[in-house]
């Protein structure tokens, strides 16, 4: 890890490499605080901000960011968003998603500074028509457990916790492998492939650039000096997984090949059927307007339209 002195303010942000870390990146304002970015490689999205090397496997290697780098805010997004994975290796998903942040919370309480989570609508079972911000998680996997502890372990330390539903959004610029659940739909279809999709799964998608004002805000506690506990960021419709395809295929212009699927014929690690996520508190204390979702899924297909064409939206 090499690092400078580090005199003026700044906040830390890991796990910019995927899709949350491109919408953030294209949705970010100008005079935003100096940011810092902190990973195994640095995201293209990000090439005009500081990076740092860093593997977070490695212990202690966030209580030592931060003893350097004094930000006066973490956002920490690094993770294995994936539940297969979780399931594979649920040594590495607790390291990332619960040792990471006890480290981070501990060494950031001494410099005074704002710890935010970012976690997920999987902590819950998906038996509940919605989930308000003080729903009590229920998690059915080892990705959705892991990222419970997470957030017991940042609320303790009086972090902030923001969990994010599916995310929308091009794929990721170097990182073709990395895109929103909407382009991997499309991207599947133009393949050929053809996927069974559940009909029966119902999600709250957002665009990940919509993200950026709201976590933008929670970022400088001057603009935000009140926020704390958990909040949720959401689409303001729910959208089953099959219609999600349907509609994506539709707005990139291809014919669309996925099979309805019921979530009862799954043989996998046990999904959640019903992520709804309520964003009063965000509505309120942080002036969040959860989007609509046809807006946000028509962004997301001209952004993916633009990248085919060399230009960024
Ligand atoms: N994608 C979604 O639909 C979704 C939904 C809800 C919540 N979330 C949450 O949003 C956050 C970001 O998700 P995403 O889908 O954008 O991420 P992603 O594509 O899965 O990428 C994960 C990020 O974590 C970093 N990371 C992984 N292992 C690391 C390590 N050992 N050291 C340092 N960095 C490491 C990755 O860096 P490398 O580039 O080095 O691999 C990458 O930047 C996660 O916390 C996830 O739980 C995502």
């Not at 942000?13 to 935003?32: F, I, N, P, Q, S």
């Not at 382009?183 to 919509?210: C, H, K, M, Y």
Request: net charge negative; with cysteine; glycine share 10%.
């Amino acid at each position: 890890m090499e690092l400078s002195a580090q005199p003026e303010p700044c906040v830390l942000l890991t796990g910019m490499g995927g899709v949350l870390g491109a919408g953030l990146a294209r949705g970010r304002r100008a005079d935003g605080p100096r940011v810092i970015v902190a990973g195994r490689f640095r995201p293209l999205a990000w090439q005009d901000a500081q990076f740092v090397e860093v593997d977070l496997r490695v212990p202690g290697s966030m209580r030592r960011l931060i003893e350097q780098l004094q930000p006066q805010a973490v956002l920490h997004a690094a993770a294995v968003a994936h539940i297969d994975r979780c399931e594979q290796d649920p040594e590495l998903a607790y390291r990332l998603h619960a040792g990471v942040i006890e480290e981070g919370v501990a060494a950031l309480a001494v410099i005074g500074g704002r710890w935010i989570t970012i976690s997920t609508d999987q902590v819950f079972d998906g038996q509940a028509d919605r989930y308000a911000e003080q729903a009590q998680p229920n998690p059915i996997h080892t990705y959705g457990r892991s990222k419970a502890e997470g957030e017991e372990v940042s609320l303790a330390g009086g972090g902030i916790v923001m969990r994010l539903p599916l995310l929308l959004g091009p794929a990721v610029l170097g990182r073709p492998d990395r895109m929103g659940a909407d382009q991997i739909l499309v991207t599947a279809a133009r393949r050929g492939d053809v996927w069974e999709l559940f009909e029966d799964e119902w999600r709250v998608p957002v665009n990940a650039s919509d993200l950026a004002a709201p976590l933008g805000a929670l970022l400088d506690p001057v603009r935000s000096p009140q926020a704390e506990g958990v909040y949720h960021l959401a689409s303001a419709d729910a959208i089953d997984r099959y219609t999600l395809g349907e509609r994506a295929c539709l707005l990139a212009d291809i014919p669309f090949p996925h099979q309805r699927a019921r979530l009862a014929d799954w043989s996998g690690p046990p999904r959640p059927p019903r992520l709804v996520l309520s964003c009063e508190r965000a509505r309120r204390e942080l002036g969040y307007l959860a989007p609509d979702l046809r807006q946000s899924l028509a962004q997301s297909a001209a952004a993916a339209l633009a990248q085919v064409y060399g230009q960024e939206i």
